[in-house]
């Protein structure tokens, strides 16, 4: 009999070809894609070399689950299939544990996503209570917005919540990815009610149930989408996400390992890319977003972006900048023009202490933050810009710190204060991440996370939880619970046990 690191060894060799698919399918890059193809490469693995309808397969699979726990190193398709045979039998806590490993070290598998929200809910064949709210729920993303990110890909949202491109800036020679047939499918999934290519648990739309029912939907564009089922749209984009410089003034750990900054001759072919392929997407664009990939006025590039849009004449204001806060003062407003076509202002800041703040915001000062947030907060106050917003990505370093930035917020006079639990953007190993990951039940600070969740201050009108949410329902659930009655009602079956189960 195979030791525990054969066993593992022989599942690695024999399916090497099928780990890249599965890492491919996740992405749907290469080709068509469809709904679940990463799940279905797993169940595949499972069952050419586990087939659990015999007694050695089971026992099998047994010591493959022990074998992939005992392995730190091991994520992806192995993960994913022990973490399918964990659910088989029933080991709740090594599926979580399976899943959370595949997580960190890739945000974006949201097959091990599946698994863990099964582990949780103890969901037997991985249905969840979130897909039997998502029926009949509409999102208007696919519909209305693109992003343009630094390697050119072009998603319908974040990529952390949509991780399927529909198409590239640079490769699609007539910009047709619009109505490409990715495009179609992630709104043929939206229209169906699978939402198959969504992040269940980073998407803070789906975290937070606030997705309108389709009977609801009061906007005509989105009627017509959803009463004709068009795949194919005749609009163009209502919102741009431009996310093609990652240039920054800070080397934020959570997003970076090192400072990132475009030279001259890379900045200037970058702008004459923005004014040939991306100028003429915006002419319809009722919001422009600059930027979710660095910093708008730490980047030589974006400034050349701002001062473009800026020039054209504004019948309203629908510039939307996204920013750390140390560059965007009362100078930088005036030289890019911004009076009158800035609607909304996000800073991402992270911190409410200034030590704390020397840590997640490297290269940052918080005395200059203070003084350009008091001067953004101005501005909303006179009416100069439709919404302000503080950002907080909620780690290890900084959670403890959570209730104080609310209290923050409201000093500088923000409308807003958004949180969002911390993702790995390729920064971490898969070991750094878990520490970070303040939000995962096994961290060992968790409980002191969900102490901090409890503080009243982060259930005022002002909070926006976003993917935050769901670990917050779980700090406000009664001691007793724990249990998802329909969860497990929808799955019980007597008859599990009189079958192959030890």
Not at 13 to 33: C, M, N, P
Not at 312 to 328: E, F, S
Not at 452 to 473: A, E, H, I
Request: neutral net charge.
């Amino acid at each position: 009999m195979n030791t525990q690191p054969e066993l593992l060894a022989g599942f690695l060799e024999r399916q090497s070809e099928r780990a890249k698919r599965y890492r491919l399918a996740l992405r749907q890059e290469g080709g068509e894609i469809g709904p679940n193809r990463a799940e279905m490469h797993a169940r595949s693995a499972l069952e050419q070399e586990f087939p659990l309808s015999d007694g050695p397969g089971v026992d099998l699979g047994h010591r493959f689950v022990e074998a992939v726990l005992a392995d730190g190193e091991v994520f992806g398709l192995a993960a994913s299939v022990a973490g399918l045979l964990a659910v088989e039998f029933e080991n709740w806590n090594a599926a979580t544990e399976l899943a959370e490993r595949s997580i960190a070290a890739d945000q974006h598998d949201t097959f091990a996503q599946r698994l863990l929200l099964a582990a949780t809910e103890k969901s037997f064949d991985l249905s969840l209570s979130v897909d039997e709210w998502l029926r009949g729920r509409f999102c208007n993303n696919p519909f209305e917005e693109v992003e343009i990110r630094a390697n050119g890909a072009v998603h319908t949202c974040c990529s952390a919540w949509m991780p399927t491109p529909i198409g590239s800036i640079y490769k699609d020679e007539t910009n047709d990815f619009w109505n490409s047939s990715r495009a179609q499918e992630i709104r043929r999934s939206v229209l169906d009610g699978d939402f198959s290519h969504c992040s269940r648990t980073n998407c803070p739309k789906i975290v937070n149930r606030t997705l309108p029912l389709k009977e609801d939907l009061t906007s005509p564009l989105h009627r017509h989408c959803v009463s004709e089922r068009e795949f194919a749209v005749d609009h163009k984009p209502r919102r741009i996400l431009l996310s093609e410089d990652r240039s920054c003034n800070l080397s934020c750990p959570s997003c970076r390992t090192h400072l990132i900054q475009l030279g001259h001759r890379e900045s200037e072919q970058l702008d004459r890319h923005f004014d040939l392929k991306i100028l003429p997407l915006l002419q319809d664009a009722v919001q422009i977003k600059v930027t979710g990939s660095g910093d708008p006025f730490g980047s030589r590039h974006f400034r050349y972006v701002l001062k473009r849009l800026t020039q054209i004449p504004a019948t309203a204001r629908r510039i939307q900048i996204q920013t750390n806060g140390l560059l965007c003062n009362e100078k930088a407003w005036k030289e890019l023009g911004l009076e009158g076509h800035v609607s909304s202002i996000w800073v991402s800041v992270d911190a409410a202490k200034a030590e704390t703040y020397r840590v997640v915001r490297r290269l940052g000062s918080f005395t200059s933050l203070l003084a350009n947030i008091n001067f953004l907060g101005q501005l909303r106050a006179e009416g100069r810009i439709d919404q302000f917003r503080l950002d907080f990505v909620v780690q290890t370093r900084n959670f403890r710190e959570m209730a104080d930035f609310v209290d923050l917020a409201k000093s500088v006079g923000a409308d807003g204060v958004h949180f969002l639990m911390i993702r790995n953007w390729g920064t971490f190993t898969p070991e750094e991440y878990r520490y970070q990951n303040i939000g995962s039940s096994s961290h060992p600070d968790y409980q002191d996370f969900l102490a901090m969740l409890r503080d009243p201050r982060l259930s005022s009108p002002l909070v926006d939880l976003g993917n935050v949410r769901r670990v917050f329902d779980i700090a406000h659930e009664p001691e007793w619970s724990g249990i998802n009655i329909s969860s497990w009602w929808r799955n019980f079956n007597p008859f599990r046990y009189l079958t192959h189960r030890v």
